[in-house]
């Protein structure tokens, strides 16, 4: 009975699975398959890998040929008509269901599952896939390359050990930061690309929260200088990028400190709270108008790369080295400092030595704050310079309700 449960579970998976594929198929008029001719195939899959259990791997074999077969004999048929599409993706998803099929019996089904949703995410998303890569420059697909090289490249040669005073100079960890942020940042600028320039007001904060918060405020600051009638939408962009930040510091802990992240991640997802609440007020008042995305530049470079591994390595250093020689107090006097220019070093640094049991989760959680508050500190200065004055006189007021609520957190939240 136990067996037949397992049976009909796997073959309705398959059933499922067939059926949402082949949906997608239907609704592009594949002549091959469809939503019927789908589900079959994953069906026999779940069968000849149940008859190859008992029979042999051979019948496995059999099937996939057999429904490559199946293919080209359809295609044959359909060349004689004179109606021929050149395109094999619908035949490559079948061959794939099959053997999604097959996997649901001799493998996990999570992960079987897993492949056949993501068959019809990929097939549903021809249109903008398309359009994302006929908008590819030169540029961009450096960007990509350079990402691999950071990480299938250089990063599988580092040495996986300790270096240093303090022994926190690990390369591999070091280099697994830069490809982390590398990562983060260019899922951002990815994101740009697909969605254009013209992203509006509110994507264009959240991704320029993603690629780098403190160019979109150098970006927006100049650009409120040049056109002072935009300092308002500029203002709001710059909040809301600086919202993102919080949400790029859990996501660096999590990846950096999982076992922590429910003592570290509380306090820091109130202030990112605090902050949401802010920008949206200020999106409902500030709201109307076109803002353009400014260009954005590769996240990829390998020099930019270096410089923030170099920068990470100092940080981590500094971090370790000023709270063992001047305890509490040297180590946040360096998250301010570190805070100013760069956010995700000192959350990086901080997580890793909470990791590794150098540091306790309160005071780890506290520094990642201060460099937060820092941080916003030094993009008023950067306004101040840069942006015109009346960019200066609604972002210093938004900044300032966030840094009031940065305090009342430090102040007030249990320890």
Same mark, same amino acid.
């Given at each position: 009975m136990e067996m037949g449960r397992e049976l009909f579970t796997q073959l309705g998976l398959a059933l499922l699975l067939g059926l949402l594929v082949g949906l997608q198929r239907q609704r592009t008029e594949a002549s091959v398959a469809g939503i019927r001719t789908f589900p079959l195939i994953a069906l026999f899959g779940v069968l000849c890998a149940h008859l190859g259990l008992r029979f042999g791997e051979w019948v496995?074999?059999?099937?996939? @040929?057999?429904?490559?077969?199946?293919?080209?004999?359809?295609?044959?048929a359909r060349l004689k008509a004179g109606d021929i599409d050149p395109g094999q993706t619908t035949e490559v998803a079948g061959i794939l269901l099959f053997g999604v099929g097959a996997f649901l019996v001799v493998g996990d089904k999570a992960v079987a599952v897993a492949v056949g949703g993501a068959t019809a995410v990929l097939l549903q998303l021809k249109k903008p896939m398309h359009q994302f890569v006929a908008g590819m420059g030169e540029q961009d697909l450096k960007a990509i390359m350079q990402f691999v090289l950071l990480t299938l490249v250089i990063l599988p040669v580092?040495?996986?050990?300790? #270096?240093?005073?303090?022994?926190?100079?690990?390369?591999?960890?070091?280099?697994?930061?830069?490809?982390?942020?590398?990562?983060?940042?260019?899922?951002?600028?990815?994101? #740009?690309?697909?969605?254009?320039?013209?992203?509006?007001?509110?994507?264009?904060?959240?991704?320029?929260?993603?690629?780098?918060?403190?160019?979109?405020?150098?970006? #927006?600051?100049?650009?409120?200088? %040049?056109?002072?009638?935009t300092a308002g939408l500029a203002a709001l962009v710059i909040v809301l990028a600086s919202t993102v930040v919080f949400v790029r510091v859990l @996501? %660096? @802990?999590?990846?950096?400190?999982?076992?922590?992240?429910?003592?570290?991640?509380?306090?820091?997802?109130?202030?990112?709270v605090a902050t949401a609440a802010i920008a949206t007020g200020a999106y409902f008042l500030i709201r109307h108008g076109e803002s353009e995305m400014p260009a954005q530049g590769n996240p990829a470079e390998l020099k930019s790369a270096l410089v923030f591994g170099a920068l990470y390595g100092v940080v981590l250093l500094a971090v370790a080295a000023a709270k063992a020689l001047f305890g509490t107090k040297g180590l946040y006097v360096v998250a301010v400092i570190?805070? &100013?220019?760069?956010?995700?070093?000192?959350? &990086?640094?901080?997580?890793?030595?909470?990791?590794?049991?150098? &540091?306790?989760?309160?005071?780890?959680w506290r520094t990642i704050l201060l460099a937060a508050l820092a941080n916003l500190v030094f993009k008023t200065g950067i306004v101040a310079v840069l942006g015109d004055r009346g960019l200066l006189r609604r972002l210093a007021g938004l900044f300032g309700l966030v840094l009031l609520a940065g305090a009342a957190i430090l102040w007030l939240w249990p320890r």
């Open positions: 496995v074999a059999a099937g996939l @040929i057999a429904v490559a077969a199946f293919f080209v004999i359809g295609n044959l580092l040495p996986n050990r300790a #270096y240093g005073p303090y022994a926190v100079l690990n390369p591999f960890k070091l280099w697994l930061m830069v490809v982390l942020i590398v990562g983060i940042s260019l899922v951002g600028y990815v994101l #740009y690309k697909v969605f254009g320039a013209r992203t509006g007001t509110l994507l264009g904060g959240l991704l320029g929260g993603m690629i780098s918060s403190t160019a979109t405020t150098v970006s #927006y600051a100049r650009r409120s200088r %040049e056109s002072p009638g @996501i %660096e @802990i999590s990846a950096v400190a999982a076992g922590h992240f429910r003592q570290l991640a509380p306090p820091l997802a109130a202030m990112l570190s805070g &100013l220019t760069d956010m995700d070093a000192i959350t &990086l640094s901080t997580a890793q030595l909470v990791n590794d049991g150098r &540091l306790d989760a309160t005071t780890g």
